[in-house]
């Protein structure tokens, strides 16, 4: 089924009420309730629960905290998407010293893009200028990347227009807005092929966001925010003014629209004009 607009915001407790709950809650395993009653579950991973197993065996989770915080950056494997190409990111990570080797710990080397997976991008993308005044990914605003975010299903049908902006009636005053699509429901990020048809921000979609509303977080479900028929022209509008984050790639399965805090972590790499970005929602 579809949802459209932003009418399913939930109420948020005060934070301390948050907080004193998180606090005082034991750890209790729970069931797989808060996955299943949301949005289509992600394969091959398990269910909320405790997070400990007698086995020597890690459990891979995608929710935390007895189901209030979502992890919605995507795990980095050799078969994630990569922006134009059909290969996958491909070979990123390897061993560079081994204990099996002799070493004394193991040691993992990375090299890949800094647009691969979940990211944010600076203004310096697509502006040369600002890249050379200094506009990096150390120079974003954290204020802007942590605080109360809404999660919003936008059509399917479409990418996101000026009139699609405008039919999702979101208020003033709200500047943090992740906008799941179709990309989800297709499933775009677990595919190893980019895919040209993704869903994202036409040009006058970014226009009337930047006219018409307060938000400067702008968070969506595949590798650009903008629509690859608009890719340069849509970044062109957002990045100008310097106030706008884009957070591209996001993992938005399974949760719920509404209210949420987002808390959006870039590495501080210094002259990178992108950067592999944690984000979580705590409910
Ligand atoms: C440590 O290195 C060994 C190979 O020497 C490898 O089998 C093992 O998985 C590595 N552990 C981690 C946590 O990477
Ligand atoms: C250990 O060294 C051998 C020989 O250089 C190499 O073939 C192998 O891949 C190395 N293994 C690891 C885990 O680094
Ligand atoms: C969105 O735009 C892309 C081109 O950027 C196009 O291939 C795709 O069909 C459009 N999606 C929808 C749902 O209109």
Same mark, same amino acid.
């Given at each position: 089924?579809?949802?459209?607009?932003?009418?399913?915001?939930?109420?948020?407790?005060?934070?301390?009420?948050?907080?004193?709950?998180?606090?005082?809650?034991?750890?209790?395993?729970?069931?797989? =309730?808060? =996955?299943?009653?949301?949005?289509?579950?992600?394969?091959?991973?398990?269910? !909320?629960?405790?997070?400990?197993?007698?086995?020597?065996?890690?459990?891979?989770?995608?929710?935390?905290?007895?189901?209030?915080?979502?992890?919605?950056?995507?795990?980095?494997?050799?078969?994630?998407?990569?922006?134009?190409?059909?290969?996958?990111?491909?070979?990123?990570?390897?061993?560079? =010293?081994?204990?099996?080797?002799?070493?004394?710990?193991?040691?993992?080397?990375?090299?890949?893009?800094?647009?691969?997976?979940?990211?944010?991008?600076?203004?310096?993308?697509?502006?040369?200028?600002?890249? %050379? *005044?200094?506009?990096?990914?150390?120079?974003?605003?954290? +204020?802007?990347?942590?605080?109360?975010?809404?999660?919003?299903? !936008?059509?399917?049908?479409?990418?996101?227009?000026?009139? &699609?902006?405008?039919?999702?009636?979101?208020?003033?005053?709200?500047?943090? &807005?992740?906008?799941?699509?179709?990309?989800?429901?297709?499933?775009?990020?677990?595919?190893?092929?980019?895919?040209?048809?993704?869903?994202?921000?036409?040009?006058?979609?970014? +226009?009337?966001? !930047?006219?018409?509303?307060?938000?400067?977080? &702008?968070?969506?479900?595949?590798?650009?925010? *903008?629509?690859?028929? %608009?890719?340069?022209?849509?970044?062109?509008?957002?990045?100008?003014?310097?106030?706008?984050?884009? !957070?591209?790639?996001?993992?938005? %399965?399974?949760?719920?629209?509404?209210?949420?805090?987002?808390?959006?972590?870039?590495?501080?790499?210094?002259?990178?004009?992108?950067?592999?970005?944690?984000?979580?929602?705590?409910?």
């Amino acid at each position: 089924m579809i949802e459209i607009g932003s009418n399913h915001t939930m109420a948020v407790p005060p934070l301390f009420l948050l907080l004193l709950t998180l606090l005082s809650l034991p750890h209790l395993p729970i069931s797989a =309730a808060a =996955a299943s009653d949301a949005y289509p579950s992600i394969p091959g991973t398990a269910p !909320v629960d405790g997070g400990f197993t007698d086995e020597l065996k890690p459990i891979r989770r995608e929710v935390y905290g007895e189901g209030k915080i979502f992890d919605i950056s995507h795990r980095y494997t050799p078969e994630m998407p990569a922006f134009d190409s059909s290969e996958g990111l491909g070979l990123f990570l390897w061993l560079a =010293a081994s204990i099996k080797n002799g070493s004394l710990a193991n040691n993992s080397e990375m090299k890949m893009p800094t647009h691969t997976g979940t990211h944010v991008d600076s203004p310096g993308h697509f502006y040369d200028s600002y890249l %050379d *005044a200094g506009f990096d990914v150390d120079s974003l605003d954290l +204020q802007v990347l942590n605080g109360p975010a809404l999660l919003v299903d !936008v059509p399917r049908d479409t990418n996101i227009t000026a009139k &699609v902006m405008k039919s999702l009636n979101i208020p003033k005053g709200v500047r943090r &807005v992740l906008f799941r699509t179709l990309n989800t429901d297709r499933r775009l990020m677990f595919k190893k092929e980019f895919d040209t048809s993704y869903v994202g921000f036409m040009k006058d979609g970014a +226009q009337w966001l !930047v006219d018409n509303t307060d938000i400067k977080l &702008v968070g969506l479900d595949y590798l650009s925010v *903008a629509a690859y028929d %608009d890719l340069g022209p849509s970044h062109l509008v957002f990045l100008k003014d310097r106030e706008t984050i884009l !957070v591209e790639g996001l993992k938005l %399965d399974d949760v719920k629209a509404g209210l949420y805090t987002v808390h959006c972590l870039p590495l501080r790499l210094v002259g990178a004009e992108g950067s592999p970005i944690r984000c979580i929602l705590i409910e």
